[in-house]
């Protein structure tokens, strides 16, 4: 991955000036560099990392296994990308394994969720059969620890 990509990974808020002194580049150099990558949808969007205890968001969500016919000459596509423009929908990933997409949904409680898999998602013609898990408590998230401490300590190696 380009140098300039993998920092703004890793921390999407710096500025172009800070980009430019840790790689040692001009700065407009660096802000056209950015400029292309988002007009070439390298990059898609930028996004904080929120600790939403902390932050008042009282939000549920639910990681859903769902199983699906693949369609002829569109395999899992349509469907899945029909699944994916649904506002609750998180993230949507082809899987393999057991189940075809994993779907991660959001609502503002289990009953708007509930409600998106019952009379939604479980009703589009494809699907096959859900599985749905609600997640409890975040403790990583992103590769950011949500306890605040540093990612970078080590664990212990037992022999």
Same mark, same amino acid.
């Not at 990681?63 to 998180?90: C, M, Q, S």
């Not at 096959?128 to 590769?143: I, W």
């Given at each position: ?14 500025? /172009?000036?800070? #980009?430019?002194?840790?790689?040692? #580049?001009?700065? !407009?150099?660096? $802000? ?20 939403? +205890? ?5 939000t ?31 993230s ?8 075809? #997409? ?7 409680? #289990? ?19 859900? !599985? ?5 408590? /975040?403790?990583k +998230? ?8 540093? $990612? ?8």
């Amino acid at each position: 991955m380009d140098a300039l990509l993998k920092l703004l990974h890793e921390n999407a808020a710096l500025k /172009p000036a800070q #980009l430019a002194a840790m790689l040692n #580049l001009p700065e !407009a150099e660096v $802000a056209a560099k950015i400029k292309h990558y988002e007009a070439g949808g390298v990059i898609l969007g930028y996004r904080a990392i929120l600790h939403e +205890e902390l932050a008042g968001v009282d939000t549920v969500r639910a990681v859903i296994e769902v199983k699906i016919t693949p369609e002829r000459e569109g395999g899992f596509n349509r469907l899945a990308n029909r699944i994916a423009k649904y506002d609750e929908v998180h993230s949507c990933y082809l899987m393999s394994g057991g189940y075809d #997409l994993l779907v991660i949904v959001e609502g503002r409680n #289990l009953r708007e969720v509930a409600t998106f898999v019952s009379e939604k998602l479980a009703t589009i013609s494809g699907v096959l059969s859900t !599985a749905t898990h609600f997640m409890l408590k /975040p403790y990583k +998230e992103q590769g950011v620890l949500m306890s605040g401490e540093r $990612a970078e300590e080590r664990l212990a190696v037992a022999p």
